[in-house]
């Protein structure tokens, strides 16, 4: 006896919500097993899964499976993904950090994970949607040893990000003073200037107030040693022995449109001179900067004036 049309119809839905309630299902516990590291149970799900889940499709924040487990180490993992057909060189989409797996593992220190993706064939300068590569996201977090790492590998000292910056920038960025002299070191280009308004990396070290690789300095005249605070000093001075200008002026931002194109040529003459080291340190408050810059060289125009 054929089931009335009206039944028919019933019984399909019920059918395809069954099979996508349990597809749903099986992709939440899917991407809790990525995250903690369950190998077998990845690799389970993957086999078992009907509808098949799809790899490479990222979470609700925009991470990949890949990016989760390389972030978290979880080498197993990142092995079975990558033996279920994961894309090495796929980035995160916004609004994650918008790394491939071998700049998130850089990133996070995960050097098992980095030296897997390299093994299998990863680009060691493969870029994430806003440009940044693996020794850009290890230079960053100053993870020296990974740097050496991608180094080694044919990583390219000075690429650089789709605003211009190169790993250089971000590690004096983020105080990273052991990294700025590695790379300094290397041969990075110091007097590199970036996209956005013509800024060396020396204006971001005065620009930042960076939290890493703090200093020690002598207390209260007992011997004992303290915390210093930042590496502002030592980056700064890592950048001035090595060729950096005191007084480097960055450019000058022009007036844009609302899609944000320039209202106007951005290299006419009048929109050349902008500030410098000094004048950045003490419009962000960066008083170790400013006593550094003002104490440390004789060479520093204190009157420079932004325009000219």
């Not at 790394?99 to 990863?122: F, I, M, Y």
């Not at 890493?212 to 209260?220: L, N, Q, R, V, W």
């Amino acid at each position: 006896m054929r089931l009335p049309s009206t039944w028919s119809s019933l019984a399909l839905l019920c059918l395809i919500l069954c099979n996508a309630g349990r597809a749903r299902a099986d992709e939440f516990a899917f991407f809790d097993a990525v995250m903690g590291g369950d190998e077998a149970g990845v690799t389970k799900l993957i086999a078992g899964a009907s509808p098949p889940i799809d790899v490479n499709y990222p979470d609700e924040n925009g991470a990949t499976p890949l990016v989760i487990a390389a972030k978290q180490g979880h080498v197993g993992v990142v092995r079975a993904l990558l033996g279920a057909g994961a894309d090495i060189e796929l980035s995160c989409d916004y609004p994650a950090q918008v790394d491939t797996p071998l700049s998130a593992a850089a990133g996070a220190g995960q050097a098992a994970v980095v030296d897997v993706l390299l093994a299998v064939g990863a680009a060691v300068d493969g870029r994430g949607k806003d440009g940044r590569t693996a020794l850009m996201a290890a230079a960053t977090k100053g993870r020296v040893e990974l740097v050496e790492l991608l180094q080694s590998k044919g990583a390219a000292l000075d690429a650089v990000k789709l605003d211009g910056t190169s790993a250089l920038f971000w590690a004096v960025h983020e105080g990273q003073a052991a990294v700025v002299l590695h790379l300094l070191a290397a041969g990075a280009d110091v007097n590199r200037r970036d996209f956005v308004d013509g800024s060396y990396p020396i204006h971001f070290a005065a620009l930042a107030r960076p939290q890493g690789d703090p200093i020690k300095e002598p207390s209260g005249g007992d011997g004992t040693e303290t915390e210093g605070g930042s590496s502002t000093r030592r980056v700064l001075g890592h950048l001035l022995t090595f060729g950096a200008d005191a007084n480097a002026r960055s450019g000058v931002v022009g007036p844009r449109l609302a899609d944000g194109r320039f209202k106007e040529d951005p290299k006419r003459e009048e929109l050349t001179g902008g500030r410098t080291p000094l004048m950045l340190a003490a419009a962000e408050g960066n008083l170790e900067a400013v006593e550094y810059l003002l104490g440390r060289l004789t060479d520093v125009d204190v009157d420079a004036v932004s325009g000219q």
